[in-house]
């Protein structure tokens, strides 16, 4: 039985040029029925709680094997919990890894998990027990989802300074955190690579290793610009650069007094010649030095700690999340220190159905789009005879043919019912026996 075991996995596997034993200190993929209801807690700490069932959704490959932890309430928290032996990653790589599905089409909600210390209540679990790590998606509007890392450091939470987009489809799909002894980390979605890189680079647990030296200051006379005005460009003698002129051919009123009109002005002129407002020509500037980059010195606050992500007590493992629109499914938790092991297991699980699925999604999804364009076209035929039957004769017909033939009611009811095709909350799947 896939669970919480008495002892974790070992077996001598090679992690970072050295001989080290596999550990799983959890594998959880909900193939014993009802029997997750022993192993997992759900949080007491407020009674609107959203409810967990089990369920392999719509869509599946193996309907048993393909069941996980679904949500079930619409706009609700959720809290629930696993626990198992305490372990910790110290000098060991840890692997945190998980199946999501948002066959609801999530529009605000998370699908992540969180790693608890030993000392969680995991009946008084809410948003705001401490927790290690938390990872996974995190979705809220359209172009607002990421895959959230939020690392637990000196007392504070910080989150992932580098992007890293989910996967928002109603597909399954598979997420994977990897955690090194030599502080670097990757982030995997459907074993593929998303990011990988240094922890403290794409996270800000320490005081930058360089600061700005305090006492520089760009020279007065720097020269930045890279290009200049031509000093030796003269606007040429015969330039005309008053686009309207006096009128040369006006002439002062003879009645005009200037004590009581005041200073005559003629009228003013298109100027035929002229050839717009004069500027110099641009050069590349010959005195060009380049932008001034401000010169940088080791920061004295930083000091490089090698204990960056060890946890000495990791024992919980909680789904502690809120979802506007309920239906993801959760499945195939796996907690280790073996990289391939996990990707091995994730192909076994999530690479075995992930094909099946996606096909059994996209059929239900085409037959509901031809069942709405055809329910459309009957309601604009309808319309469209209503407009051209002026004297309602049409109706009349169908309100007596109505009368005439009450007892076929039953037997159209049970035509309309066979020509219906998978209904929204009906299950579609396969066998493994099946044929594509």
């Known amino acids: 039985m896939k669970g919480l075991g008495l002892l974790p996995l070992l077996v001598v596997t090679c992690a970072l040029g050295a001989w080290a034993p596999r550990r799983v200190y959890l594998r959880e993929e909900f193939e014993d029925g009802d029997g997750w209801k022993r192993r997992w807690v759900e949080s007491k700490h407020q009674p609107d709680y959203g409810k967990f069932q089990l369920s392999a959704g719509k869509f599946y490959e193996n309907e048993e094997k393909d069941k996980g932890l679904q949500t079930s309430e619409d706009a609700k928290f959720y809290a629930l919990s696993t626990r198992f032996k305490p372990f910790s990653n110290v000098n060991e790589t840890l692997v945190v890894q998980f199946s999501v599905k948002h066959e609801q089409g999530i529009d605000c909600g998370g699908g992540y998990v969180k790693l608890f210390p030993d000392t969680l209540n995991q ?50 799909h598979l ?56 000093p030796e460009d003269k606007k040429p003698e015969d330039w005309e650069d008053f686009e309207y002129i006096p009128d040369p051919e006006a002439k002062k009123p ?85 990289e391939e092991f996990a990707e091995e297991v994730g192909n076994k699980t999530w690479g075995r159905r992930k094909d099946i699925e996606k096909h059994w999604r996209e059929l239900f999804e085409e037959m509901e789009k031809r069942k709405e364009e055809a329910e459309a076209e009957k309601k ?17 017909e169908t309100e007596e043919d109505s009368d005439e033939e009450p007892e076929n009611d039953g037997q159209m009811q049970d035509d309309d019912a066979e020509s219906v095709p998978v209904r929204e909350n009906e299950k579609v799947a396969v066998d493994q026996k099946d044929e594509l």
């Not at 809410?126 to 809220?140: K, L, R």
């Not at 607002?144 to 399954?172: A, P």
């Not at 930083?302 to 990791?314: A, R």
């Open 123 to 172: 009946e008084d679990m809410h948003s705001d027990s401490a927790y290690y790590i938390m990872f996974g998606p995190d979705i809220c509007g359209f172009g607002n989802n990421k895959v959230q890392v939020i690392l637990y450091y000196q007392g504070k939470y910080h989150e992932n300074n580098k992007t890293i987009k989910c996967r928002i489809n109603k597909d399954t």
């Open 254 to 338: 003879e009645d005009w007094n200037e004590a009581i009109d005041g200073e005559w002005e003629g009228p003013l002129i298109l100027n035929t010649k002229y050839k717009g407002q004069w500027k110099p020509r641009i050069i590349d500037n010959p005195n060009y030095q380049g932008e001034w980059i401000h010169p940088e010195i080791d920061n004295p606050k930083y000091k490089p700690d090698p204990t960056i992500c060890h946890y000495y007590n990791i024992s919980v493992l909680g789904l502690d999340l809120w979802q506007v629109k309920s239906g993801s499914i959760f499945d195939n938790f796996l907690l280790t220190n073996d």
């Open 175 to 230: 997420y994977t955190l990897i955690i090194r002894p030599n502080a670097t980390y990757e982030v995997k979605i459907d074993n593929m690579q998303m990011a990988a890189g240094n922890l403290e680079d794409d996270w800000s647990f320490l005081p930058p290793r360089k600061i700005k030296d305090p006492y520089a200051r760009k020279p007065r006379k720097w020269d930045e610009r890279l290009q200049i005005e031509d």
């Open 380 to 396: 604009r035929e309808k319309e469209e005879a209503r407009e051209d039957d002026f004297w309602g004769i049409e109706e009349e």
